[in-house]
């Protein structure tokens, strides 16, 4: 039968090539955003995070672009790999900044062709 | 560090029973949330803990859920009594002063 759930945009890439990663926030007063990292059969796994008074973050072969702006969040990943193979989400903080409470986006996915 | 730890990690039962499911937050954290995440809806945010006072239930499906803080390093999520549209993975997570959130293993849970 045909497969109902949530349709996840796909972004396949080959191993060694960059991956941009695209997000759209909701809430334009939100301050804080983390991108997760979801294999299969695990729990999210923090990546990085931002704070909204940077446009730019970077970590270890990856990095995060803010653009308030537009609401719009990016995650770049060099020189992809296959273990980066996973469902990526990224996640705001909602005002008032002080509950922790995080709003996630509804992922995407990343398949790393060999 | 040992993470954030739930259990168990697999709970299959049948429909009408209780269901618990368990999880310790990293030592030293002040925030617990508890989510559930399908193939439907998503990840979805039920119930959070600030300092273990429970701060927003509003995604609490219904009556039958409930959750627990009894203590800053222990946490349980009750369904009573359960049904299969239960079936979910159901995640753990705790922050220190409201920032990033670290995930447990999660449950996976099958209502029969």
């Known amino acids: 039968g045909e497969s109902v759930g949530l349709h996840l945009p796909t972004l396949s890439v080959q191993e060694g090539d960059n991956s941009i990663i695209n997000c759209a926030y909701s809430n334009s007063a939100s301050d804080y955003f983390i991108w997760y990292k979801q294999e299969s059969g695990k729990g999210p796994q923090f990546i990085i995070d931002?704070?909204?008074?940077?446009d730019k973050r970077q970590g270890q072969r990856v990095t995060v672009l803010l653009n308030k702006t537009v609401k719009h969040l990016s995650l770049q990943i060099a020189a992809t790999q296959p273990g980066d193979s996973a469902v990526y989400f990224c996640?705001?903080?909602?005002?008032?900044?002080?509950?922790?409470?995080?709003?996630f986006g509804q992922g995407t996915t990343l398949q790393v062709k060999p | 560090d040992a993470g954030v730890i739930q259990s168990p990690r697999h709970e299959v039962t049948e429909m009408g029973q209780e269901v618990t499911l368990r999880c310790k937050p990293i030592?030293?954290?002040?925030?617990l949330f508890w989510y559930r995440q399908t193939m439907m809806r998503g990840l979805e945010l039920l119930i959070y803990?600030?300092?273990?006072?429970?701060?927003?239930d509003s995604g609490m499906p219904e009556d039958r859920f409930s959750a627990k803080m009894p203590n800053a390093s222990f946490s349980t999520l009750k369904i009573q009594p359960s049904e299969p549209r239960d079936s979910a993975v159901y995640f753990c997570?705790?922050?220190?002063?409201?920032?990033?959130?670290?995930f447990g293993p999660g449950t996976r849970l099958l209502v029969l």
């Open positions: 931002i704070r909204s008074n940077m």
């Open positions: 996640a705001e903080n909602t005002p008032p900044s002080n509950t922790g409470k995080l709003i």
């Open positions: 803990f600030n300092n273990n006072v429970p701060i927003d």
């Open positions: 030592s030293g954290h002040n925030s």
């Open positions: 997570a705790s922050s220190r002063n409201q920032e990033t959130q670290y």
